[in-house]
């Protein structure tokens, strides 16, 4: 079987999602899984809609991100059900008739209204029924039932090989605008320019990409979610921070790549350091390590890192201590990724419910599991030269575990941050990122 081919790989994955719906059923005292696809929502007070987002719960069964008013039924020992809304219409593209390696495996029933899949739905009352509330037809209103929910959640940590292949397609898109994106920005191009570099490179526009572009020059590398878009270049660049995705059938890739426009810089040689620690930390997402743990572990490293090039003056354990790494590097190391960017689970207890609590002082760290072959997540340790969190060191009583002639020197570049998608298996991780960039 061809292991980078999705059509060849989606029974099985079929397969294991039937398996999971019927223990998921079985907890929850349902009969019959109901998934629909999502409508569009309006803005208030006018008829624009907004970008139209999947129910994640519908583009795990079925590779359509873009159809509306669809339903997945799965009843247990059936085939799974697509009602699937091809309507009237001369206002938008209608959806083409069904096609694709999902179709032969699915019984689908083609409907020109939503009102049209009233009788194609089995009893509401003995129905777990997944989504948003504004999904309601009729009867048939998402209930969401925990013990369900809880239980698909968790096992959609473990990517089946399906699901792995169309990342490592959306990794393939991404690098390639990546690239285009650090040729823009190496020509001299504003933030805007770079991000429509991106997005012509991708094939994809702001609406299909699965989060909005991170595009910074210089001190705006130091604003972790900076998305405003330049539409003048600086006098001057002195570094690009670009953390951008593609999508793929639903799938997300997550990359962020920092560059010095001197390539013989002190800032392009913390670059390298943060990128060689960075793949050490990569190597770490091995069976039974404690995403806690490395988060941590990823502190101690990153002030390593500060100490030699002088910021930090103290050692990396005391800066942890103290809460000053938390100045320097002040979000998680990463989170889960898949169906969404930020995939659900990263806190889950059991698939039963209950979370696991982020270490004390780390408020912002979105997984803390301990990792298991088939969960996919990022890794995306940073350094950033933020002025409010390092006045809060100062106001803290700090200020002098800190060289600050050292820190107004890096100011102007903004921050590093270096990410990658890595899989946990039963032995060495795979990078899915770097072998899309080679």
């Known amino acids: 079987m061809d292991a980078a081919n999705p059509a060849l790989l989606y029974p099985q994955h079929l397969a294991v999602l039937k398996a999971r719906a019927d223990e998921a059923l079985a907890r929850s005292g349902h009969d019959h899984l109901l998934v629909p696809s999502g409508r569009r929502h309006y803005q208030l007070f006018d008829d624009r ?50 096609a694709g390696w999902w179709v032969e495996h699915c019984e689908v029933h083609v409907i020109r209204t939503p009102e049209e899949a009233l009788p194609l739905l089995p009893p509401a009352a003995r129905c777990a029924i997944l989504g948003e509330a504004n999904s309601t037809l009729g009867d048939y209103a998402p ?30 898109r991404a690098a390639h605008a990546h690239r285009a994106a650090e040729r823009a920005f190496r020509a001299g191009a504003s933030e805007f320019e770079i991000h429509m570099a991106y997005c012509a490179a991708a094939q994809q526009d702001a609406t299909e990409v699965p989060y909005q572009n991170i595009v910074a020059l210089n001190t705006h590398g130091a604003v972790l979610h900076y998305t405003e878009l330049d539409r003048d270049p600086p006098a001057e660049s002195l570094s690009f921070l670009i953390d951008a995705g593609a999508s793929h059938c639903g799938y997300a890739a997550d ?29 770490a997402v091995r069976a039974g390590a404690d995403y806690r743990q490395l988060h941590l572990d990823a502190h101690l490293v990153l002030m390593g890192i500060l100490r030699d090039f002088g910021v930090l003056k103290v050692s990396p354990e005391a800066a ?3 809460g000053v790494s938390a100045a320097f590097f002040p979000h998680g190391l990463g989170h889960p990724i898949g169906l969404q960017v930020h995939d659900v689970a990263g806190f889950a207890a059991s698939d039963r419910g209950g979370t696991i609590p982020r270490p004390e002082g780390h408020p912002y760290l979105r997984m803390t599991r301990v990792l298991e072959p088939g969960m996919v997540v990022t890794i995306e340790p940073g350094i950033y030269f933020i002025d409010m969190l390092l006045d809060e ?46």
């Open 49 to 98: 809609d907004y970008p139209f987002a999947v129910n994640p719960h519908f583009k795990h069964w079925l590779p359509l991100t873009t159809v509306t008013d669809s339903w997945l039924v799965y009843t247990p020992g059936q085939r799974p059900k697509v009602i699937y809304l091809q309507p009237f219409d001369y206002w938008h593209v209608v959806p083409e008739a069904p």
């Open 143 to 172: 209930n969401n039932p925990a013990a369900a929910l809880d239980y698909l959640h968790y096992q959609r940590s473990y990517k089946t090989p399906y699901e792995l292949a169309l990342m490592r397609l959306a990794q393939r």
């Open 255 to 283: 990359i962020t790549r920092t560059y010095a426009a001197d390539r013989g810089s002190e800032f392009q040689a913390m670059i390298e350091a943060v990128d060689a620690a960075q793949q050490d930390m990569c190597a």
């Open 320 to 322: 942890l201590a103290t």
């Open 393 to 438: 060191v100062k106001k803290n009583g700090h200020a002098d575990s800190v060289d600050w002639a050292r820190v107004d020197h890096f100011r102007p570049y903004g921050g590093i941050r270096i990410e990658d998608d890595v899989v946990c298996t039963d032995g060495a991780p795979e990078n899915l990122t770097r072998p899309a960039f080679a």
